[in-house]
């Protein structure tokens, strides 16, 4: 199944060159080794060699920093649909020569900036592409299509579109935090160029939909049978994803409930601000302390309510795109396990068809009945069992290469799969680190701000 | 001010049941009393200073209330607690106001050598008139006895009623205080039920912090190690934040559900008082108008009796010369009274006027004087409800003009107490954040880039 994979490279090699011409400034690096790895496993072997050299040396001096922002709606009526401002900025190392012989230990950069727009399906595109070309990686998921928003007609609405723009930018930012896919050339193309909805074009997605329903028609037929042998290491990558998965769905859900405390407080504070407001126009010796107090009251629900939009809009999105990269892992995992019963399952005939060929070397393999009826039909004794044995030799040693074949592939997916795993470990507490950066900050923005405000209002109060 | 508040809860045998008591410290002395002494107290109070805002002690369980939660250990513990923190207020509150602190009744409350019961049962409790209308208002265990004479309105008559022409300016006063009272207990009331919310709310979401900050803890624990101090501070932050927030759940409780259910509480307070007022003065109005009608009850008599006599006179002279009006006359010294001509009955369309007319001479004379008798009284009871009305308007007055002090005094110092628990609260989750981003900071991203 790996071999159908090899579908899109021509496309790709006839398009790349013009389309990275025709936005000249095209300084990202030509991931070379990636170009002509669109084959399944050859990909494999180069993106394992890639990252055995990233390891022992990082020669990709380059970053990647991307944003989605500023959902728009293009073209009104019928097509109408939503783009998103894709901002991105690119520091390159430049090592400079010192003296002749030495490179400067610090490196020079120099950035450039691309700004395209583009809309949801070409994001999805750039999904599928990396999905058909790294199927040894976990591609950062995107959003689901949401199809509630659909059918409510609120795809456009502003709460959607921004929510949206936070899991796009987290999908592009996770790209660039993978050494393998941040090399993929379209993922360059996609952040660069102009012409995407031509390069787009000439880039049809033939085979996409029937390789992957040969992935649930594998899956399917092997679903009941388990890998005989786990690799320890692979038990203990697949129980702490489930813990993760387990911990951040908690976590989730809790902070749907709190979004709503927040929701009720930031009405209950309203109403607040507003009925002492009421108790200024009665008391007039206390007009002043009044309205400060009512305008204290006034920002706390504001706060609140700032606090749920932050929650709403960006962590709690932060957390399902995470649920969603581990779902990614664990899909990823399923597959290396696939390749293994392959393996298994190759192994397994192999050994069968050895037993027999030495079955009947050794003068079995046949039964009273079977020789009588053999008899019967003039057949040769000697000639059949010659022949039966020609046609085993062979099968076996087809069978050997297949199966060395497939313990390659299974264990060059292993491996990979490994790899993958590091990755998106590291991409994780990349993320984690910032989206509770994040969520430090709301909460130290929300009491800060409070804080001085109210201060003000006791010293008014105490006057 | 002598220290005075609720000290210790305690319990007393009553007829053989068990019941909690508070024990109340005043100066050096400690007394024992129930709670419902302190009902009996107030209603006291009330009765015997009806111009006095006399401050209210917390409610009574509702039988619904009971009926949902029967007798719970720990609903006992809130109730319990509660009482004794609104009950010393009650106590404090009462020692401010100089009519209540020097009432005898007050001060044999808090005699620990008093059995209450006692005082009960002897006076001046035992021999307050049935309505507090019927006795001066300002020292109602001496009535006179003309203040028993007096009318008792029904509070009915009170939308009914127009004040007088001299006291127009004076009700205006006293329409305003009612109007603002009245929007106080309102707006309080509405306050009330959001604080409520508000604070059902804070608690809810206390409760989801606690899930919250646990389940942090345990993700924290499944982590790498570079990570997982991070993952964990947040943690902790969110545990503070937790503990914090319960803590200000309970202040939003006692700086704000408390004291505003309190304005509420003294807003009913004070518009008893001020209806107490309005009828005393439809008692006055009810005095004037029964006056008023006597003595038109009296003149139209008396010019019904001359009328007669002139007519009389008139007949006599005439009858000199006509033999049917010198019968007339004969009759009419009979005492017989002429045929009444139905042409003179539509014209008196008074009934009353009516028994005048037929009414004989004598009749008339000891009517006339049977009114001159009780407009004496009457300009009595006049004199003493004037005399009252007088006191209890500059007494409301001077009491809601208190009232409304104490109102400012009291937002003020709810603004501030609220104001200050949620300095504490927000500073102490701003410092529990600080930490945790501090230590976010140093997490450790393994893997370059």
């Not at chain 1, 390789?211 to 009941?224: H, P, W």
């Not at chain 2, 004070?270 to 004037?288: D, G, P």
Request: glycine share 4%; net charge negative; with cysteine.
């Amino acid at each position: 199944m790996l071999d159908e994979d090899g579908l899109t490279d021509e496309p790709i090699d006839d398009v790349t060159p013009s389309a990275i011409e025709a936005n000249n400034g095209a300084v990202l690096p030509d991931a070379e080794t990636e170009g002509d790895a669109f084959g399944g496993q050859q990909a494999i072997t180069e993106q394992q060699s890639h990252s055995e050299q990233g390891e022992v040396q990082d020669n990709d001096m380059y970053f990647i920093n991307s944003s989605v922002t500023q959902p728009q709606k293009d073209n009104d009526g019928q097509n109408a649909y939503i783009s998103y401002l894709v901002e991105t900025e690119v520091s390159i190392a430049i090592l400079l020569i010192t003296d002749s012989t030495h490179l400067s230990n610090n490196p020079v950069f120099q950035s450039t900036k691309f700004v395209v727009r583009r809309r949801f399906s070409d994001f999805y595109f750039l999904y599928q592409v990396l999905l058909n070309d790294f199927p040894a990686c976990a591609i950062p998921p995107l959003p689901d299509k949401q199809r509630l928003e659909y059918l409510k007609g609120d795809r456009f609405g502003l709460d959607f579109t921004m929510k949206r723009a936070s899991s796009l930018s987290r999908f592009l930012k996770r790209l660039s935090l993978h050494p393998v896919l941040k090399k993929a050339k379209i993922y360059h193309i996609f952040l660069e160029t102009h012409d995407w909805n031509s390069y787009k074009q000439h880039l049809k997605l033939k085979g996409t939909a029937e390789s992957s329903s040969d992935g649930v028609a594998d899956a399917l037929i092997n679903a009941f049978k388990t890998a005989s042998v786990q690799n320890p290491e692979f038990v203990e990558i697949k129980e702490r994803s489930d813990k993760l998965d387990e911990n951040i769905s908690r976590i989730d859900r809790i902070f749907n409930k709190i979004l709503k405390r927040y929701t009720d407080l930031e009405q209950d504070y309203f109403d607040f601000s507003i009925q002492i407001r009421k108790l200024a126009e009665l008391e007039p010796d206390l007009e002043v302390p009044f309205i400060k107090f009512s305008d204290g009251l006034n920002d706390l629900s504001l706060g609140f309510q700032n606090l749920k939009t932050f929650l709403d809009n960006e962590y709690i999105i932060s957390l399902k795109d995470l649920e969603h990269y581990i779902t990614a892992i664990k899909n990823l995992l399923r597959l290396k396990d696939q390749k293994q019963i392959d393996y298994e399952a190759l192994t397994d005939y192999l050994d069968k068809s050895v037993a027999e060929k030495n079955l009947i070397l050794s003068g079995g393999g046949s039964n009273f009945f079977t020789n009588k009826f053999e008899e019967l039909r003039g057949v040769n004794h000697d000639l059949a069992r010659r022949d039966r044995l020609n046609k085993l030799e062979n099968k076996i040693e087809n069978l050997t290469k297949e199966v060395a074949n497939a313990k390659d592939v299974c264990e060059q997916f292993e491996k990979q799969t490994l790899h993958d795993i590091q990755y998106f470990e590291s991409i994780k507490s990349v993320e984690l680190k910032s989206t509770l950066g994040d969520l430090a900050d709301n909460n130290i923005k929300f009491y800060q701000d409070l804080i001085d405000k109210w201060t003000k209002i006791e010293e008014e109060l105490k006057k | 001010m002598p220290y005075i508040a609720i000290e210790d809860v305690t319990t007393v045998k009553d007829r053989g049941h068990t019941a909690i008591a508070y024990v109340i410290q005043y100066g050096t002395s400690q007394v024992v009393r129930r709670y419902s002494d302190f009902d009996t107290l107030r209603k006291a109070l009330v009765q015997l200073l009806p111009t006095v805002v006399v401050p209210h002690i917390p409610e009574k369980h509702s039988v619904m209330k009971y009926f949902l939660n029967p007798i719970n250990a720990k609903n006992d513990i809130k109730v319990i607690a509660k009482r004794k923190r609104l009950l010393t207020v009650f106590l404090q509150r009462c020692y401010m106001i100089p009519q209540v602190r020097e009432c005898v009744v007050f001060l044999k409350f808090v005699d620990p050598g008093v059995r209450w019961a006692d005082v009960l049962a002897s006076p001046p409790v035992s021999i307050l008139p049935s309505s507090n209308l019927l006795a001066p208002p300002l020292c109602p265990t001496k009535p006179s006895p003309l203040h028993l004479l007096l009318p008792v309105p029904h509070s009915t008559s009170i939308n009914n009623f127009k004040p007088r022409e001299e006291d127009k300016q004076i009700d205006t006063r006293f329409k305003d205080y009612e109007r603002v009272f009245k929007v106080y207990r309102q707006l309080t009331g509405d306050l009330t039920k959001s604080i409520k919310r508000q604070k059902r709310h804070f608690k809810g979401m206390v409760k989801d912090l606690g899930e919250l900050g646990a389940y942090y803890n345990a993700f924290s624990l499944e982590d790498t190690y570079n990570m997982s101090f991070g993952i964990e501070k947040t943690g902790q932050a969110i545990d503070i934040n937790y503990i914090n927030s319960e803590a200000f759940a309970f202040k939003i409780m006692t700086t704000l559900e408390e004291p505003i259910f309190d304005f509420h509480q003294s807003s009913t307070v004070v518009l008893n008082v001020l209806k107490f007022r309005r009828l005393k003065e439809i008692q006055l109005f009810i005095v004037e108008t029964t006056i008023r009608r006597r003595q038109a009850r009296a003149e139209s008599l008396q010019n019904a009796q001359e009328q007669v006599n002139r007519l009389s006179e008139v007949l006599r002279r005439n009858a000199e010369s006509s033999p049917t009006i010198a019968e007339a006359v004969r009759r009419l010294d009979k005492g017989e009274s002429a045929k009444i001509s139905p042409l003179s009955k539509m014209f008196n369309a008074q009934s009353k006027s009516d028994d005048i007319v037929t009414m004989t001479d004598r009749e008339r004379a000891t009517e006339v004087e049977q009114i001159q008798k009780e407009l004496v009284k009457l300009e009595d009871c006049h004199a003493v409800v004037l005399k009252d009305i007088e006191q209890v308007n500059t007494a409301v007055d001077e009491n809601c003009t208190q009232q409304f002090l104490q109102f400012q005094k009291q937002w003020r110092a709810l603004m501030q107490d609220f104001t200050e628990s949620l300095l504490i609260w927000l500073k102490d989750n701003l410092k529990a954040w600080q930490d945790a981003k501090d230590e976010i900071n140093k997490m450790q991203v393994h893997g370059s880039s």
